[in-house]
């Protein structure tokens, strides 16, 4: 493994230091999302996996393992296997909530159809179990098997809280570490479970997936009013689509009776006009609702640090340690 010194940032650090080990990940997933009879199947694929994404679930994967010592073959497996259930559940994902654009690039299923979204997700998820199961370790099924329950059952839960103004912190906490930090959380566990760690340090592996991914989706959520994001999405699109999320839950919360018929108006009946966005910012300027969901990400980046506490010292765990300062420099 060698290292770029020019890499400056820590996920691009992350993919230099583990530069051979992803080219065979790459490799492994071409190879995978080939389909002999359908081929409908790769290009759809392609357009997805290949449109510049920071392969930062794959990367958690391979750098559990090698920080582990691991020294055999399964950890490209299992993080193609985690690239394959990311990517089915974008596909999904632009599906429901009919987007448009995806990393900066028309999705799938405005370039081809909802149907051809749908069916070539379903085709990554049977490819990721495959890739599991060649592993040979039923614990490693076992958890990411669990993650891809508690990812769809996440995207269910936010389809009946979306728009519902009671929505607590509670359930938006568990929406997003439903389709979120699942598959963080998996992602590092599996790198510790193929590399035969004991209990105590893949819970830690475990612990900082969680937490990490805790934190990405807050502070993708709060771009969402207040920054381009990286993903090629326009601001405000969780406010179009009428997403309950934390700086909005937080602002309804301390909202009066003008404030709070505003609300109901936009985000739980659907009636938005122009200039409701702008409105919006202003309620989460007022209620300070913007700092103080900055300020919980910055915890649970720090939560996820803290949690390497326990494992040896490794040019990768700081790599790690980097990459929880990293999610949240955004907004900082």
């Not at 592993?135 to 993650?147: C, E, H, K, P, Y």
């Not at 805790?214 to 969402?224: K, M, R």
């Not at 404030?259 to 309620?283: M, N, V």
């Amino acid at each position: 493994m060698s290292l770029d010194i020019a890499a400056t940032k820590p996920h691009e650090q992350l993919a230099a230091a583990l530069a051979d080990d992803l080219a065979q990940v790459n490799a492994m997933i071409r190879a995978r999302m080939a389909s002999e009879h359908a081929p409908r199947i790769p290009e759809v694929t392609a357009h997805l996996v290949e449109a510049g994404g920071k392969r930062l679930r794959p990367m958690l994967t391979l750098a559990a393992a090698r920080m582990c010592g691991y020294e055999g073959p399964y950890h490209v497996h299992l993080a193609a296997t985690v690239e394959f259930i990311h990517t089915a559940t974008l596909l999904h994902d632009d599906v429901v909530d009919e987007s448009s654009q995806r990393r900066g690039r028309p999705t799938a299923n405005l370039l081809w159809d909802n149907t051809s979204s749908v069916l070539v997700g379903d085709y990554l998820f049977a490819r990721s179990f495959q890739l599991m199961v060649e592993t040979g370790s039923m614990r490693v099924l076992d958890i990411l098997a669990n993650a891809a329950a508690t990812i769809a059952e996440g995207e269910v839960l936010q389809l009946t809280a979306a728009s519902d103004l009671a929505t607590t912190e509670e359930i938006y906490l568990q929406v997003i570490r439903g389709k979120t930090a699942a598959l963080f959380s998996a992602a590092m566990e599996v790198g510790g479970e193929i590399a035969g760690q004991d209990a105590a340090t893949k819970q830690a592996m475990f612990d900082y997936g969680d937490a990490l991914g805790i934190a990405f989706q807050i502070v993708d959520d709060l771009l969402d009013y207040g920054g381009t994001k990286a993903t090629g999405k326009n601001v405000g699109d969780d406010f179009r689509e009428r997403k309950l999320t934390l700086p909005v839950i937080r602002a309804v919360a301390a909202a009066n009776a003008e404030e709070r018929a505003f609300w109901e108006r936009t985000i739980a009946k659907g009636r938005q006009e122009d200039g409701d966005l702008d409105h919006a910012i202003s309620l989460l300027a007022k209620h300070g609702t913007m700092e103080s969901t900055r300020d919980d990400a910055i915890a649970w980046a720090g939560k996820a640090k803290a949690s390497l506490d326990t494992l040896p010292d490794h040019p990768l765990r700081t790599m790690l340690i980097d990459l929880a300062d990293y999610v949240v420099a955004r907004i900082t």
